[in-house]
């Protein structure tokens, strides 16, 4: 056969192997191996009926289409991207040391039992003390639950926190789609409520909301610092109305103004507040660490949420992270970066500012990775995007996070991982398409 093939014989040999293996083959040592009788109905099975969605087996939730994708070119690794950091200045290194220790460590003692599924107690520590020193947060190792992301915080506050079809969910429009697609999954009646240039619009609230989710540090996508006034605004609502704030801070790490108005969590006197932290942006989204800090109420229901979705958690990653933290590399890291992307972040506003004013309003915002801009004439908006997607790509509408259409559209910019030298070329480039003098 292989001379036939023009193949080598351990091809052929591991192809027998391979058939014998699945039952196409039976063959016995020392006879020549024979085909299997294939039963009829598996040689005549007919294409398998595929309905892209409807079918009633499936829980309501899940059964309509699955909502759109934004088509999503393939991008150069430089690009005005949202949402991701930069990982050519992570020091892998010091990565791949903790974990060769971790590993040495196992290997003498044996990790062989099921890890607690709130997390390992060296990570909830170094968390705790992490965001009490970076954000205020006022947590210790009991009241954080570590999570597969940010993601996962969502998808485990709503099934801690959703009556289906009674609790009224209040999401900022635009906002970030997760979190919405989170709580419809669980059952919520969604409220989209507007964001402005103090945050979420707190008067705009639906009394009978009973979980509003808020960005507060960096409005996802606006980039929106919320007040201080909407703050103190909006943890007397949710103690009025006996609601509970989801405060979800993806990227209050980098931060680029004065001093940051302090987390809701912080200022926070009713227990009423989750905080859901994620380490995507400070370190890397593959990690996928995250964790909620949960008032003391909600604490041993959310355990055992988190039990059911996923009875444990890995191990080695959080003994790695949580080193990590405890040995000052994140805060370092932290601290490396910061002036990398401010001076991104500085490029882009100049960028805006000298060449797209005619067309673009930076949204005033002073923290995170990413900046956004509304359309000075929301009747241009479909012939600026094209020019923004062309020149800029990466960058994003800010109507793929609206639920309905945007009064005022916008536009947001990623400074994770382009470089400040590649920013005023791009602007310039927008401009002239813009003003018509080509790209
Ligand atoms: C608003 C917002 N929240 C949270 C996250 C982080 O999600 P995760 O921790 O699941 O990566 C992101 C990431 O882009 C985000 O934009």
């Given at each position: 056969v292989a001379e036939g093939l023009g193949v080598a014989r351990n091809t052929v040999m591991a192809a027998y192997d391979l058939l014998t293996a699945e039952g196409y083959l039976r063959s016995r040592a020392g006879a020549k191996p024979v085909v299997s009788e294939l039963s009829a109905r598996r040689l005549q099975q007919a294409p398998k009926p595929r309905?892209?969605?409807?079918?009633?087996?499936?829980?309501p939730a899940w059964r309509g289409p699955a909502p759109p994708q934004p088509a999503r070119p393939v991008l150069?690794?430089?690009?005005?991207?949202?949402g991701v950091p930069d990982h050519?200045?992570?020091?892998f290194e010091v990565w791949r040391r903790l974990s060769a220790r971790q590993l040495r460590a196992w290997g003498r003692g044996g990790p062989f039992h099921y890890p607690p599924s709130e997390g390992i107690a060296p990570l909830r520590q170094a968390i705790a003390r992490h965001v009490a020193f970076s954000r205020a947060v006022v947590c210790e190792a009991d009241d954080v639950v570590v999570t597969s992301g940010a993601g996962q915080a969502f998808d485990l506050l709503a099934r801690l926190l959703v009556t289906p079809g009674r609790t009224c969910v209040a999401v900022e429009n635009?906002?970030?789609p997760p979190v919405r697609a989170a709580f419809a999954a669980a059952g919520a009646q969604l409220v989209p409520v507007p964001v402005d240039e103090e945050g979420?619009?707190?008067?705009?609230?639906?009394?009978?909301?009973r979980v509003v989710c808020v960005t507060?540090?960096?409005?996802?996508?606006?980039?929106a610092v919320m007040s201080m006034a909407r703050r103190q605004a909006l943890l007397a609502f949710a103690r009025a109305r006996g609601a509970v704030i989801v405060e979800d801070?993806?990227?209050?790490?980098?931060r680029f103004g004065s001093r940051p108005l302090d987390a809701l969590q912080t200022l926070?006197?009713?227990?009423g507040v989750f905080y859901v932290g994620t380490f995507s942006k400070s370190l890397f989204p593959a990690l996928r660490k995250g964790f909620v800090v949960a008032p003391a109420w909600a604490q041993e229901a959310l355990r055992s949420v988190k039990r059911t979705a996923?009875?444990?958690?890995?191990?080695l990653a959080q003994a790695v992270l949580a080193a990590f933290i405890d040995e000052g590399h994140l805060a370092r890291h932290v601290r490396r970066m910061q002036p990398l992307y401010a001076a991104r972040r500085e490029a882009l506003l100049q960028g805006l500012r000298r060449d797209l004013a005619d067309w673009l309003e930076p949204i005033p915002s002073e923290a995170g990775l990413h900046l956004c801009a509304r359309l000075r004439?929301?009747?241009?908006a479909a012939r600026v995007m094209r020019a923004v997607m062309a020149c800029m790509p990466g960058a994003q509408s800010a109507a793929e996070y609206?639920?309905?259409?945007?009064?005022r559209p916008a536009v947001t910019f990623g400074?994770?991982?382009?470089?400040a030298a590649a920013i005023p070329k791009a602007t310039a480039q927008l401009r002239r398409m813009l003003s018509g003098s080509g790209a």
């Open positions: 309905r892209a969605h409807g079918d009633e087996r499936i829980a150069p690794e430089r690009s005005f991207r949202v050519r200045h992570f020091p635009p906002g970030y979420l619009c707190v008067d705009r609230l639906p009394p009978n909301a507060p540090s960096h409005q996802s996508p606006t980039g801070d993806y990227d209050g790490e980098f926070d006197r009713d227990e996923d009875t444990h958690g890995d191990a004439r929301p009747a241009e609206a639920m309905g259409p945007l009064a400074y994770g991982v382009i470089d």
